[in-house]
């Protein structure tokens, strides 16, 4: 038994998911990982499906009926972790976005060095570490991470990076069933409460790649969320 889980939404990504899974597999830390799929026309969670049987007790697939949006996959992934028990939830891409690799990174600054929720971070100190992006991206996501942490104050250079470990206490004290967002403002969302309940949050420097396969699933309506969500988050608070 693991006690770390690694929750990877997935909706349409059958180029990356066998591929992604193994990687995960080979680290030289144990983990488990969570299938979060959204009803994939593609057929992503039918490749889960014939992986099961050879990571028994190892691999896990929750299927649901529609694209409700990245939040709401993680939050439905957060509590399925919390019921079993898990001591570590990570957030992760399936698209190598993220580096597997980085896995045992993000674990170890929980599992060994303090931290409450360890943030695999593109910006630490200002310095951009990310591979393939356009520059209209790149500046998008460079100063609407600088954009939240003016209005929020939160100490985090990567308020809107995906690649994130949580202790489970750290879920647990959040009110789940109260987060307000479902794209890029989830991420921010649940680092933010993390903050207000004073919570050790540790950014752990990574290298951010774009897909090299499949499609990417950001749209105005992600953007604006994040933008104008923030704003609502300092002026009127959250609950926690």
């Known amino acids: 038994m693991s006690d770390a889980l690694v929750i990877i939404p997935t909706y349409n990504e059958k180029e990356n998911i066998e591929a992604i899974i193994r990687a995960t597999f080979n680290q030289k830390k144990s983990f488990h990982i969570l299938i979060v799929d959204d009803n994939s026309p593609d057929g992503t969670a039918k490749i889960v499906e014939n992986l099961i049987s050879e990571f028994k007790n190892e691999l896990f697939l929750e299927k649901r009926t529609g694209k409700n949006g990245l939040g709401t996959a993680y939050i439905h992934g957060f509590k399925w972790a919390l019921a079993k028990k898990y001591d570590y939830i990570i957030e992760m891409d399936a698209?190598?976005?993220?580096?597997?690799?980085?896995?045992?990174?993000?674990?170890?600054?929980?599992?060994?060095?303090?931290?409450?929720?360890?943030?695999?971070?593109?910006?630490?100190?200002?310095?951009?570490?990310?591979?393939?992006?356009?520059?209209?991206?790149?500046?998008?996501?460079?100063?609407?991470?600088?954009?939240?942490?003016?209005?929020?104050r939160i100490p985090l250079y990567d308020t809107t990076a995906g690649f994130v470990c949580w202790k489970r206490n750290v879920l647990e004290t959040i009110n789940l069933d109260k987060i307000k967002f479902v794209g890029y403002a989830f991420q921010i969302e649940m680092k933010f409460k993390a903050w207000k309940h004073k919570f050790n949050i540790k950014e752990v420097s990574v290298i951010f790649t774009d897909r090299d396969l499949g499609d990417s699933k950001m749209s105005g309506n992600i953007v604006s969320e994040a933008l104008f969500g923030v704003i609502k988050m300092r002026l009127k608070g959250l609950p926690k």
């Open 95 to 152: 698209d190598f976005s993220h580096n597997p690799k980085d896995l045992v990174r993000l674990y170890n600054v929980c599992h060994l060095d303090g931290g409450d929720v360890s943030v695999g971070s593109r910006y630490v100190n200002n310095q951009v570490n990310v591979v393939n992006w356009d520059i209209k991206r790149l500046l998008l996501s460079y100063f609407a991470s600088r954009y939240v942490r003016i209005v929020t």
